[in-house]
């Protein structure tokens, strides 16, 4: 027989609209780094095709912008409705950077309005240039400070709980928590690395489509040693991740590795299964690499699930998250690598059809690597919703309406879904590279 459950509806939705959102919410923050990156090498090398994927993928922005702010404005309807209790209690804490994260959001907007619309009036470029800077300022600082709301639910702190009641607030120290740097770091690194990648796989795959035109080959140059060096940076933050979560979340590490008995010398362990006994069958082990990862100590004591109440471990699933996330970040960081060998070496062709395949599928998979990353990262800190002070059953709502609600926003996420891959396909069907270079070459001559 049927049975409402508002805590599991209110879990689903939140789950369905971040996993909708964080797309998005990834490409607005990445691409607005790289489309000012072509801009300065083309006003630099005075190369036109550089200026011009600046202003295709400019045209693609705005679009992922559009529906970002849809769903983002859905987050925030969603965290009133469907966990007010959280709110209630968390709220008043974590309102700065919430009210910040607005206004970086505004400041992006503004002058993405001003950017699009002063293209062709200024003689000199760098001064187009320089109003774009306010928007990869504005894009990098909204990821900053919503991902510190985050960051508090992990490592709450800044204030005192007295009777169920928030006292001594210290908003500063909030946003300054101990999960902040990590957190603030790794979302910002990968979404310039997985920006990178998704224009790179489109540049991948137009040339495996026959396309040789000069344009694709820079745009898959540009992308691929920029998404080579973000790939790396990402990686190195993930090391700090490990460290901070050994540290601070000791259990969802634990999970994250299936470590039950905390020893010393502890191997990492890839993929797998559990039996009945909590043994490890069929993994990939590398020996002391939790230990390494944990506390760069190979002889380091690691603790374990043993150590923490059974109602406050998170799923065993994550293991298999962690393992994908991290797979086919070094997947991706090798498939740039060997792009930017054979690009310096003048007897080889990076243009190899195993490598274009692999750097076409590079989008698709970064993008998956970016879902399980943010599953991994709030199911993890699961059964909390803030980690030590309020369980996420204790935070939800109890209201009967979430069901039909869960259903509309499906709807909506579908129709946003469907609507912008039509009008991103008809932008650039519309337009090919070929007829905009050869306008934008006939504009030149007519200005010389």
Same mark, same amino acid.
């Given at each position: $027989?049927?049975?409402?459950?508002?805590?599991?509806?209110?879990?689903?939705?939140?789950?369905?609209?971040?996993?909708?959102? =964080?797309?998005?919410?990834?490409?607005?923050?990445?691409?607005?780094?790289?489309?000012?990156?072509?801009?300065?090498?083309?006003?630099?090398?005075?190369?036109?095709?550089?200026?011009?994927?600046? %202003?295709?993928?400019? %045209?693609?922005?705005?679009?992922?912008?559009?529906?970002?702010?849809?769903?983002?404005?859905?987050?925030?309807?969603?965290?009133?409705?469907? #966990?007010?209790?959280?709110?209630?209690?968390?709220?008043?804490?974590?309102?700065?950077?919430?009210?910040?994260?607005?206004?970086?959001?505004?400041?992006?907007?503004?002058?993405?309005?001003?950017?699009?619309?002063? #293209?062709?009036?200024?003689?000199?470029?760098?001064?187009?240039?320089?109003?774009?800077?306010?928007?990869? =300022?504005?894009?990098?600082?909204?990821?900053?400070?919503?991902?510190?709301?985050?960051?508090? $639910?992990?490592?709450?702190?800044?204030?005192?709980?007295?009777?169920?009641?928030?006292?001594?607030?210290?908003?500063?120290?909030?946003?300054?928590?101990?999960?902040?740097?990590?957190?603030?770091?790794?979302?910002?690194?990968?979404?310039?690395?997985?920006?990178?990648?998704?224009?790179?796989?489109?540049?991948?795959?137009?040339?495996?489509?026959?396309?040789?035109?000069?344009?694709?080959?820079?745009?898959?140059?540009?992308?691929?040693?920029?998404?080579?060096?973000?790939?790396?940076?990402?990686?190195?933050?993930?090391?700090?991740?490990?460290?901070?979560?050994?540290?601070?979340?000791?259990?969802?590490?634990?999970?994250?590795?299936?470590?039950?008995?905390?020893?010393?010398?502890?191997?990492?362990?890839?993929?797998?299964?559990?039996?009945?006994?909590?043994?490890?069958?069929?993994?990939?082990? =590398?020996?002391?690499?939790?230990?390494?990862?944990?506390?760069?100590?190979?002889?380091?004591?690691?603790?374990?699930?043993?150590?923490?109440?059974?109602?406050?471990?998170?799923?065993?699933?994550?293991?298999?998250?962690?393992?994908?996330?991290?797979?086919?970040?070094?997947?991706?960081?090798?498939?740039?690598?060997?792009?930017? =060998?054979?690009?310096?070496?003048?007897?080889?062709?990076?243009?190899?059809?195993?490598?274009?395949?692999?750097?076409?599928?590079?989008?698709?998979?970064?993008?998956?690597?970016?879902?399980?990353? #943010?599953?991994?990262?709030?199911?993890?800190?699961?059964? #909390?919703?803030?980690?030590?002070?309020?369980?996420?059953?204790?935070?939800?709502?109890?209201?009967?309406?979430?069901?039909?609600?869960?259903?509309?926003?499906?709807?909506?996420?579908?129709?946003?879904?469907?609507?912008?891959?039509?009008?991103? %396909?008809?932008?650039?069907?519309?337009?090919?590279?070929?007829?905009?270079?050869?306008?934008?070459?006939?504009?030149?001559?007519?200005?010389?």
């Amino acid at each position: $027989m049927f049975t409402y459950d508002a805590v599991l509806y209110s879990r689903i939705l939140t789950e369905v609209t971040l996993a909708f959102h =964080i797309l998005f919410a990834t490409i607005g923050v990445g691409v607005p780094l790289l489309i000012a990156l072509a801009q300065w090498i083309g006003i630099k090398k005075n190369d036109p095709h550089y200026i011009l994927l600046a %202003r295709r993928w400019t %045209r693609g922005f705005v679009i992922t912008v559009a529906v970002g702010v849809v769903t983002g404005t859905a987050i925030g309807l969603q965290l009133s409705l469907l #966990w007010p209790n959280f709110m209630e209690l968390a709220g008043q804490v974590i309102s700065l950077p919430l009210f910040l994260e607005t206004f970086a959001f505004f400041f992006e907007a503004i002058f993405l309005g001003i950017y699009l619309y002063t #293209w062709d009036r200024f003689k000199n470029q760098m001064k187009h240039f320089l109003l774009l800077i306010p928007v990869v =300022i504005g894009s990098s600082m909204s990821a900053l400070f919503i991902t510190i709301v985050n960051a508090f $639910m992990n490592t709450p702190q800044g204030f005192e709980l007295k009777d169920g009641v928030i006292v001594s607030i210290q908003p500063l120290v909030a946003m300054f928590n101990p999960a902040m740097p990590t957190k603030v770091g790794h979302v910002l690194a990968s979404a310039y690395m997985t920006s990178a990648f998704v224009l790179a796989s489109i540049a991948a795959y137009r040339i495996l489509r026959g396309s040789t035109h000069v344009y694709h080959k820079k745009a898959l140059h540009i992308t691929l040693v920029s998404a080579l060096v973000f790939s790396l940076a990402t990686a190195i933050i993930g090391d700090f991740s490990g460290k901070f979560l050994a540290e601070y979340q000791p259990e969802k590490l634990a999970a994250a590795e299936w470590h039950f008995e905390t020893s010393e010398k502890v191997p990492l362990v890839l993929f797998g299964t559990l039996d009945e006994n909590n043994e490890v069958k069929n993994g990939i082990t =590398i020996p002391y690499g939790l230990s390494i990862l944990a506390h760069n100590n190979p002889n380091a004591e690691v603790i374990g699930l043993n150590e923490f109440p059974a109602d406050e471990l998170p799923p065993l699933y994550i293991h298999y998250l962690f393992d994908l996330m991290v797979s086919i970040g070094v997947l991706l960081t090798v498939v740039a690598f060997i792009y930017v =060998i054979l690009h310096k070496r003048k007897k080889s062709t990076p243009y190899r059809k195993p490598l274009l395949v692999t750097v076409a599928l590079s989008g698709p998979l970064a993008l998956l690597a970016i879902e399980f990353g #943010w599953i991994f990262a709030e199911v993890g800190r699961q059964p #909390w919703i803030l980690r030590g002070y309020m369980k996420t059953s204790a935070g939800a709502t109890t209201a009967d309406y979430v069901d039909i609600l869960l259903i509309c926003f499906i709807i909506l996420y579908a129709l946003l879904a469907i609507v912008s891959t039509i009008v991103l %396909r008809k932008m650039f069907k519309n337009n090919p590279v070929e007829q905009e270079v050869e306008r934008m070459n006939s504009t030149r001559e007519v200005d010389l």
